[in-house]
Every structure is written in structure tokens, then in C-alpha cells.
């Protein structure tokens, strides 16, 4: 299935509250619903703590059902065993086609894969900080500080240079692979497909960590490939394809 193509996916939301802040709240429930339908909402932690006391008025607003997990023992995080037990009964009962899993925390990298393995997707929401073996267990992963940029527009991330995504050699080696992956034999490939390649390779990739809010945006600042809006059959529709510069210039000199 096509992480990038909406749908009306039956989808279990579950935030560890210990690695999740409430600031996030709002941009990631309208991330969630590109997805699917949050059909259930969980938000797990020790209630009894004042660190968590901020959430209080986010779960109201938003009906996220707060699960109680006590601390039993000191530096034994009890919150993730809640949280997983949870996720793996909502998993057998086959009323859902993903989960969004809200945490930092490395720990959740194993229940990912197990999700997955049953042929459902997984979204992962964390900090930049989150390692890369849960990142990298997702079908997608979005890092939060995204999500906070859509709500306060005076902190949105600043897009970069032409000069600075070319020195991005990771950016540039996955677009282009992805671009080589998706083209006919004259280069040109369709924008949605370097896409779906893109999320294949990197679950971690998104526009928005460089500036920009689509792919076709994040190519054209690149400097690097041709971009070109094709209206199809039906007059009314427009489509992007986009071919690699060099592809251009190999076709010069021949």
C-alpha cells in the first residue's frame, strides 16, 4: 500500500506521554487524518505526576482516552509494557489497518516490526532525536518538530539554499536513486512515484525538514532536476514528471 495516498484507513493512535509533548497535539491529528481515521486514541503515562499535568486540557480537546500506568519500580519505564500489551491486543482483534506510534523511545522499535509483519502499516511521530532503528521499523516516520512548525508559523523551518541541498550528498544520492528507479528511458518519471520509491528507502524523508511543504517544491529548489506539468487527457488535471539535469546534458553532447 502506498503510504502517501489518502484514504479512510482505520487507524489506532497511540502516544507515549513520557516521550511526547502537548504542543504537538494539534498538527499531529491533522498529520494522522492524511492517513486515515483515528479511530482510537490512547495517550499512556503516570497520571499521578505533575510533569504530565500539561496534557490535561489537550486530551479533552481533542477526546484522547489518558491510560494510567503506575510507576512501580524507579528506572523500569512501566508506561511502554502498557502501551505495547495495548497495541498487540488491538492488533489481534483485525479492526485496524495502521498505527501511529507517538515516542521517542527505541524500545517501541520491536512492536513496530511486529505490526508490520501482519501486513499493517505503521506511522512513527518522534523528535530528530529518535534512534534510527525505530525510524528506520516504520513505514513512515515524521519528526515532531514538524508537526510544532505547523502551529507556531513564527518558528516554521527556514528553506534552504539551492547551494545547501546540493551539499546535502544524502538528499541528493536518495533523489536521484529514487528518480532512476521510477524513469522510462528518456528519464522522465512521475513525481508520485519518485515518491513512493523515496518512502521505500527513507521513512524518515519529508519536504518539511528542509523547508519545503511538497517534493516537487524540494526538487525545483535543488536546481538539480527539470520539472514539468503535463495536463492530461481529460484537459483539466495537471501531473509533474521530473528528470535528472545531467539526463539533459548526456542528450546535448550525443
Not at 490512547?42 to 489537550?58: A, F, H, M, N, Q
Not at 512548525?149 to 527556514?158: I, N, R, Y
Not at 528518480?179 to 524523508?205: C, M, R, T, Y
Amino acid at each position: 500500500m502506498n503510504v502517501s495516498e489518502p484514504s479512510q484507513n482505520r487507524l489506532a493512535v497511540l502516544i507515549d506521554a513520557d516521550n511526547a509533548q502537548p504542543s504537538i497535539t494539534e498538527g499531529l491529528l491533522s498529520e494522522v487524518a492524511k492517513y486515515g481515521v483515528a479511530s482510537v486514541k490512547r495517550i499512556y503515562g503516570d497520571w499521578t505526576t505533575p510533569s504530565l499535568s500539561g496534557w490535561k486540557s489537550v486530551l479533552l480537546e481533542h477526546s484522547i482516552q489518558p491510560v494510567q500506568q503506575f510507576r512501580y519500580t524507579v528506572g523500569k519505564n512501566a508506561t511502554d509494557s502498557a502501551m505495547i500489551i495495548d497495541a498487540m491486543d488491538l492488533l489481534f482483534t483485525k479492526r485496524f489497518d495502521g498505527f501511529c506510534l507517538v515516542s521517542s523511545d527505541s524500545d517501541f522499535t520491536r512492536l513496530a516490526t511486529r505490526i508490520r509483519e501482519e501486513g499493517l502499516l505503521v506511522y512513527g511521530f518522534g523528535e530528530k532525536k529518535t534512534p534510527k532503528a525505530f525510524v528506520s521499523a516504520c513505514d513512515k516516520f515524521i519528526f515532531t518538530e514538524v508537526l510544532r512548525f505547523q502551529e507556531h508559523s513564527d518558528s516554521a523551518v527556514k528553506p534552504k539554499t539551492a547551494n545547501e541541498l546540493k551539499r546535502d550528498s544524502k538528499l541528493v544520492t536518495l533523489l536521484r536513486s529514487a528518480l532512476e528507479a521510477a524513469s522510462d528511458d528518456s528519464g522522465w518519471a512521475h513525481l508520485g512515484a519518485v515518491g513512493s520509491n523515496i518512502a521505500k528507502q527513507a521513512p524518515e524523508f519529508d519536504p518539511r525538514n528542509y523547508g519545503f511543504s511538497k517534493l516537487g517544491e524540494l526538487a525545483v529548489a535543488t536546481k538539480l532536476f527539470d520539472v514539468d506539468e503535463r495536463v492530461q487527457r481529460d484537459g483539466h488535471s495537471r501531473t509533474i514528471y521530473i528528470r535528472d539535469k545531467r539526463k539533459k546534458l548526456k542528450e546535448i553532447n550525443l
